[in-house]
């Protein structure tokens, strides 16, 4: 299968800090990027959909101005925590859809674990 | 509303003994289906899919699920569990309409006993 790489998997940053994680697919184009955001023993909550070249969609509830998302190119998205505090300590999965696919499966990250202290 | 369960947080099993995950979706039309696993601080793996056809399909790790239309339902099965399937697994439902988006379940957290 496609492979989807999540960069950083750990980091621990400051309260106050901006923390930025990518996500990149490595073999596919990637039109659609997907955020998510996993509280322990949970399951996974949609952050938002990151289309290239266009604004995020957010799902309701989320700041947008806290977490933003960048998707540059057809093989990187970003989504920068701002202003950290750690209530946004979490595991946030990112994962992509092939381009050009009606019906297709999408490929996760391997995750990153946010600490704020 | 829209929804995807999973009936049971927390299962537990013996090495060796059959395996069977519960999955039971709401949609109005039928959606298209996946079983994922997920290791401690790991992202997600997919087990196995459906999208039409033959209702009983085979993922990997020998993993098969079963597509019921008439009970809205997408179980995930093995029939003998190895100590390395203890993970989280979860199903989630894709629609084409609308957001076109995966929607994932709850989650069930699987023990192997040895």
């Known amino acids: 299968g496609a492979v989807v790489s999540q960069h950083p998997s750990r980091v621990i940053c400051k309260s106050g800090t901006s923390v930025k994680i990518e996500c990149r697919s490595l073999d596919f184009q990637a039109t659609t990027m997907f955020w998510y955001r996993q509280f322990p023993k949970q399951s996974l909550m949609l952050m938002a959909t990151?289309?290239?070249?266009?604004?995020?969609?957010?799902e309701q509830g989320v700041e947008k101005d806290k977490f933003l998302i960048n998707h540059a190119s057809l093989t990187l998205s970003t989504l920068t925590v701002t202003s950290a505090h750690p209530e946004d300590s979490s595991f946030y999965i990112c994962?992509?859809?092939?381009?050009?696919?009606?019906?297709?499966?999408?490929?996760f990250g391997q995750g990153t674990r946010l600490t704020v202290v | 509303a829209q929804s995807v369960t999973q009936p049971d947080i927390h299962i537990t099993v013996s090495e060796g003994a059959s395996l069977e995950l519960r999955c039971n979706y709401s949609y109005g039309a039928t959606p298209y289906l996946f079983w994922y696993v997920q290791s401690p601080g790991q992202g997600l793996q997919l087990l196995l899919k459906?999208?039409?056809?033959?209702?009983l399909v085979q993922g990997i790790k020998g993993f098969e699920a079963e597509f019921k239309r008439s009970q809205s339902s997408f179980n995930l099965r093995k029939p003998s569990v190895h100590w390395s399937d203890a993970a989280e697994y979860f199903c989630a439902v894709f629609l084409l309409v609308g957001a076109r988006q995966l929607t994932f379940g709850s989650g069930t957290q699987l023990t192997v006993l040895p």
């Open positions: 459906y999208f039409s056809g033959d209702t």
């Open positions: 994962s992509a859809r092939e381009s050009l696919a009606l019906i297709t499966e999408a490929f």
């Open positions: 990151s289309n290239e070249g266009s604004k995020a969609t957010y």
